[in-house]
């Protein structure tokens, strides 16, 4: 069977969205989407460029949205998810669109809650000069010293040797000057400190919106960022999307929890590359493919196709 994974914020480029719109029932799609988190999303997806749509409360649902349109288009040539996947896991925000994959929510509140959650945090960023850098290689144990010395959180373990540190950006600066033995630091362009207590004002106007939302019981297992651990509930994975806010994404984790499932491949939804990069290093012999256009439909439907008769 496969795991559908979701990416998040970074992932998204210029025009992403308009091969997608080529295709029939996208557009309609994406009109509901775009009501749902008010904003235009076809113009954003289609002709805004780069600087525009890195904006925290732009982004976010934007890409989002590509995530479903892409999971639409995949169903329309493979038929329903249901019947091929298994699992369904999203980094940081695409953890909205992948408990919309797995039937948690539907599309048009996960688009809601998203357009909530960009400009929630994106409102919270402001309120002090903080930010996030990638901290890529060291021992472990070095990177993590590193971090509580500079008073860093390590806000998403990615696995493969990859943790984004998150805090103050003088903090992060002195990380930068002196860097765990073997390891370099690379400023990352976003708004501010995700997935720490500096969103804690986010986290509170996020779960009074979710309060109005119905979730349901998942239908394909749902992995949670706190731990990696699939949700029992709708309530339940309702609670951790709004807490990972301010929590530590541990996408190793939930890479691990994938592999004990022993899924034999994993499609990412567009905008993918991010993940898929990822899995390569940390899920030796699951096949991934990433949908980056309407191009990898096929490629993707080849390793559906392949996994379900390998199941039977």
Do not use: Y
Request: hydrophobic share 50%; charged share 15%; glycine share 10%.
């Amino acid at each position: 069977m496969i795991a559908l994974l979701s990416p998040g914020q970074g992932a998204q480029t210029p025009g992403m969205l308009a091969p997608w719109l080529e295709l029939d029932g996208t557009t309609d799609l994406l009109a509901e989407l775009s009501d749902a988190a008010g904003l235009d999303l076809h113009t954003l997806g289609t002709t805004a460029d780069a600087e525009a749509i890195k904006d925290t409360k732009v982004a976010q649902p934007l890409i989002v949205a590509t995530s479903l349109v892409s999971l639409h288009a995949l169903e329309a040539r493979v038929g329903a998810r249901s019947a091929w996947a298994q699992v369904s896991a999203g980094h940081s925000v695409g953890e909205f669109a992948a408990a919309a994959a797995a039937g948690v929510l539907s599309a048009k509140d996960a688009l809601h809650l998203v357009g909530v959650r960009g400009r929630a945090m994106a409102e919270a960023a402001e309120a002090a000069p903080t930010g996030m850098s990638a901290v890529v290689g060291g021992a472990p144990e070095d990177v993590e010293a590193a971090l509580a010395a500079h008073h860093l959180v390590g806000a998403n373990v990615n696995g493969g040797g990859q943790v984004v540190a998150a805090g103050l950006l003088s903090d992060l600066q002195a990380l930068a000057d002196d860097p765990p033995a073997r390891a370099r630091v690379i400023p990352l362009a976003v708004a501010g400190a995700f997935h720490t207590d500096h969103m804690a004002p986010a986290v509170q106007t996020v779960r009074s919106e979710a309060e109005q939302v119905t979730a349901h019981d998942p239908q394909l297992q749902l992995l949670s960022n706190a731990d990696g651990a699939p949700v029992s509930s709708g309530g339940q994975a309702l609670e951790r999307l709004v807490a990972q806010i301010s929590s530590p994404v541990r996408w190793d984790l939930c890479q691990a929890t994938i592999l004990h499932t022993g899924v034999s491949g994993a499609v990412e939804l567009a905008p993918g590359g991010v993940l898929a990069g990822l899995a390569r290093r940390s899920m030796r012999g699951v096949e991934t493919v990433a949908l980056k256009s309407p191009d990898d439909l096929d490629a993707a439907a080849d390793l559906i196709t392949r996994s379900t008769e390998e199941t039977r």
